[in-house]
């Protein structure tokens, strides 16, 4: 049979395709506003003058930069008032094998409430950035937001509760100042936490996180946000994963709060090209928006039921309208869809249009069909990522858009000759309702084991089972190209529309080209809900019983792949992302460029004339990761300094207190001990006792390793060892300089080319060797 209904085919493309454009459209940030914004309303081009001034350069904890943007906060809370201080501590934490210690700098500033007071509203955005990027986004969006809503918040009258400001130190290197914060007195005031980060510098402030047991927070955020984009999706997923933000040491405190982040644009991501120019003002007015409005409510609302008790289930089923309800509610839905379900399959059974055989069959399909699909483009991504000009995985693109349509007409255009396949051996009804049957045991596993998230699945097959019922009750299967069975059909997979082709596209803004397997998974399944209008699509475009529409779909991405991959070609609007590092012995008087990629670009490769390959013993007697390294030259600068305060022995033991300081002003320390005797029984930097854990390597006393992010002003600081009465102490001392020495650079860095992302980029370590 051949459907040959034109105006009805080109209606229905027109259709889908402006129903999936304006789903996503509808899930943008608000416009910004100016600066001549009323007082009481939060301008995004006011807060663009403190990201102006934050982002004018590289601000990583430990340097000049870092300093300078320390004291410009200070002296905007004092302009606003708000009794600036700042908190100075010392916090250590492990990982990675490692005693890490961070010393902090925390600035604090505080709103005091007009009436009787009680518990405080913290708001928290970190002011420290990578030490590779001007962190526009991540993090002076979020601290420029803040300061514009502490102006606003200034013309209230009757704030109820206090409202703290906290610009907190070295997230990017560990959480630091979040943890020290919960060491302050102001910590016990605080009823409530509200976090800004960015994983991106584009599109809608998500708030992506809220605390176990979010009732009472979801409700106020749905009550006062005007722009809420959230799901409990997210919060379920984040929570799964290993990611972590400012807001992590409050939730595992017991905090009740959220967290919110804007995520497109991750190939700025932690780049020199998170720049104020490529900050989104939308963006920025999205974060302070909510932000504001959510602070103001609970400025002026009793918080003393603020406490964490159940969770809710919240969407957005279109744009930033928010439904919320009970999780409670979830089984009765399910049990609504089950009777949906069951009555559509009896009634399809009885009217001959399905058979229960088929439709098993059809589930198994359609699992087959998945599964082809995603492996299909699973290989063709690593086959990009091969092609792409000096690409390295964690990125991210410049061209999203383009991938992304791409990577959706290439999986459209499977699906559609997978299904034209199938459909000669199935019959539609079958086939949909075997898709049917996958939704529904995916949604009887969410509720068992995702309650929360359930809703991404249960309403779109919802009404698409209620419209599929209709088409049944009423036998209008019996004429398929009718304007009323293809606009039921149409209604009833609105809301799938809606729901999950936003998804589908943040999903695409997350992984991008790292995993674009649950992009596809999505697509696929919605894909699956559209199974009948796409047939008649099909049917309609078909050339002589072949599957014309499948074929021109998959030519069309295979175009627009093409056009993303030459599109990312570097250029000093979207530069290629370097790696290369430098490192000196200066006992041994040898010194190495270091990078992780064994593929050089036009410009690192100046450093690797001849190159190899293995760990960077030469430094790190312990180390195993391989490198690609090439002899350097030794420069002549200042190496760190470890001296004696004090050597002592009582009770069996040695104390050993020495000072540690870096000549040169470096960000970073490196401290590794090795007791010649396995006899270290404690040691502590800057009275912060380190968690050490030994390093073995074969026939050597154990290493033990700590890293101090981000050195006092002094560049000074104290270690103290406690050992065996008789036992030596090797220490080797690394110092770390953002940068690479200027004058081993024969090529300067061209415009086209920026320092890769990271903490090990760019780098200038030198290591001193000391016995004592």
Same mark, same amino acid.
């Given at each position: ?109 505080? +709103? ?138 409050? /939730? ?49 609302? *009793? ?6 008790? #159940? ?17 409670? +509610? *979830? ?120 309650? #929360? ?51 589908? /596209? ?31 699509? @099909? ?55 270091? #990078? ?72 970073? +320390? @490196? ?48 270690l103290e060892v406690q050992l065996n009465q008789s036992a030596k102490l090797r220490l080797l001392l690394y110092d770390q300089h ?7 650079i024969k090529t300067p860095m061209p415009a086209h080319v920026i320092p890769e992302q990271g903490r090990d980029s760019n780098l ?9």
């Open positions: 049979m051949s459907y040959r209904n034109t105006s009805l085919a080109v209606f229905l493309l027109l259709a889908i395709t402006i129903l999936c454009w304006f789903s996503i459209y509808l899930a943008q940030p608000p416009e910004a506003l100016p600066a001549t914004a009323p007082a009481h309303e939060f301008s995004a081009e006011r807060a663009m003058r403190h990201v102006q001034q934050i982002a004018r350069e590289p601000h990583a904890m430990g340097t000049p930069a870092h300093a300078e943007v320390r004291a410009y906060l200070v002296r905007q809370l004092e302009l606003l008032g708000l009794e600036p201080q700042v908190q100075e501590a010392t916090v250590s934490s492990t990982g990675g094998g490692a005693a890490n210690v961070g010393y902090v700098y925390n600035v604090l500033g505080r +709103l005091r409430a007009r009436g009787s007071g009680g518990k405080a509203v913290l708001l928290v955005a970190h002011y420290d950035s990578q030490p590779n990027t001007l962190g526009a986004a991540d993090n002076a969006g979020g601290v420029s937001t803040l300061l514009e809503t502490a102006r606003a918040l200034q013309q209230e009258e009757t704030l109820q509760n206090d409202l703290i400001f906290l610009f907190t130190d070295g997230e990017e290197y560990g959480l630091y100042g979040a943890y020290a914060f919960l060491e302050h007195p102001w910590a016990k005031e605080v009823g409530v936490v509200l976090n800004l980060d960015a994983r991106g510098n584009a599109g809608p402030s998500m708030t992506f996180e809220f605390n176990k047991g979010n009732r009472w927070v979801v409700e106020q955020f749905a009550e006062a946000a005007p722009y809420p984009f959230a799901s409990s999706l997210m919060y379920e997923v984040y929570r799964l994963m290993p990611n972590n933000t400012d807001f992590t040491p409050f /939730r595992e405190a017991g905090y009740i709060g959220m967290n919110s982040a804007a995520v497109d644009g991750f190939v700025h991501y932690h780049k020199m090209t998170d720049s104020p120019a490529n900050l989104d003002r939308r963006t920025l007015q999205h974060h302070g928006s909510n932000l504001l409005t959510v602070a103001r409510h609970l400025a002026t609302t *009793s918080l003393a039921a603020a406490s964490a008790t #159940s969770d809710k289930v919240f969407f957005n089923p279109a744009g930033s309208w928010l439904i919320q309800y009970p999780i409670w +509610l *979830s089984y009765g839905l399910l049990a609504l869809l089950t009777v949906l379900f069951i009555a559509t399959w009896l009634i399809g059974a009885r009217r001959q249009v399905l058979s229960g055989r088929q439709v098993v069959a059809s589930f198994f399909m359609y699992l087959l069909l998945l599964g082809i699909t995603t492996g299909l483009v699973f290989l063709l991504n690593n086959l990009v990522n091969n092609l792409l000009p000096y690409s390295h995985e964690m990125n991210g693109v410049y061209s999203a858009d383009l991938f992304f349509i791409s990577y959706l007409l290439l999986t459209l255009g499977l699906f559609l000759l997978l299904s034209w396949l199938a459909l000669r051996w199935i019959k539609l009804f079958s086939l949909l309702m075997g898709i049917y049957l996958l939704f529904y045991v995916l949604v009887l596993v969410l509720c068992v084991y995702l309650v #929360s998230a359930s809703y991404l699945l249960l309403f779109p097959l919802l009404f698409c089972l209620a419209g599929t019922l209709f088409i049944f009750l009423f036998r209008l299967y019996q004429s398929p190209t009718q304007w009323r069975t293809i606009l039921l059909l149409l209604l009833g997979v609105v809301p799938a529309i809606f729901m999950l082709m936003p998804i589908v /596209r943040f999903l695409s803004v997350v992984f991008a080209l790292q995993f674009p397997v649950p992009m596809v998974v999505l697509l696929l399944l919605l894909a699956g809900l559209l199974l009948p209008l796409l047939h008649v699509l @099909e049917r309609s475009y078909s050339l002589s019983q072949w599957p014309l529409l499948p074929l021109v779909v998959l030519v069309a991405g295979g175009i627009q792949l093409a056009i993303a991959i030459s599109s990312e070609a570097p250029s000093p609007e979207q530069p290629l992302h370097s790696s290369v590092s430098y490192y000196l012995n200066a006992d041994l008087g040898e010194a190495y460029w270091v #990078s992780p990629f064994q593929k050089t670009d036009d410009w690192n490769q100046q450093f690797f004339p001849s190159p190899t390959t293995g760990a960077l013993t030469a430094l790190y007697p312990f180390a195993t990761r391989t490198y690609l390294l090439n002899a350097a030259k030794p420069v002549a600068v200042p190496v760190p300094v470890a001296g004696v305060l004090g050597d002592s022995v009582a009770g069996g033991k040695r104390f050993l207190r020495l000072k540690l300081a870096s000549p040169r002003g470096a960000a970073h +320390l @490196e401290v590794v001990l090795q007791p010649q005797q396995d006899s270290l029984y404690s040691a502590a930097l800057n009275e912060q006792v380190l968690a050490l854990k030994p390093i073995n390597v074969e026939e050597e006393p154990p290493y033990y390793l700590a890293r101090l992010h981000g050195l006092p002003v002094s560049k000074e600081v104290t953002i940068g690479l020495p200027q004058q081993l200038m370590v030198v290591r001193k060797e000391y016995l004592f």
